[in-house]
């Protein structure tokens, strides 16, 4: 919900009702608060490759292929849809050692 389209006096009580809330039960307002999703914008390398795929589905149309526009449109939603995969840490970084060091005993 948009707070800017609400009039003065629904902003009001909704505040009031937001300030109530916050005192009464400050962990439960807590778990709602809005955090910024980590990777929630593409990074430039992810919009290029949907540029990429949208060029490919406009070339497709111009040369009327129908399959290379869907595949250019499905590979465009892909790269901007699906989240890239975190790196794993490698051993080091689990056992919490230097590269060719022995694990702790």
């Known amino acids: 919900m948009d707070p800017s389209r609400l009039t003065w ?12 809330l916050d005192q009464e039960d400050p962990d439960m307002v807590s778990a709602f608060r809005a955090e910024p999703a980590a990777g929630a914008v593409p990074g430039p390398g992810r919009l290029s490759l949907a540029g990429v795929a949208v060029l490919v589905a406009v070339v497709g149309l111009l040369v009327s292929a129908p399959l290379v526009v869907f595949c250019g449109m499905i590979a465009a939603a892909a790269v ?5 995969p975190e790196p794993s840490p490698g051993p080091e970084a689990r056992e919490g050692g230097l590269p060719g060091a022995l694990p702790p005993v």
Do not use: F
């Open 80 to 84: 901007l849809l699906v989240d890239a």
């Open 9 to 20: 006096h629904e902003q009001r009580v909704l505040s009031e009702i937001e300030r109530r």
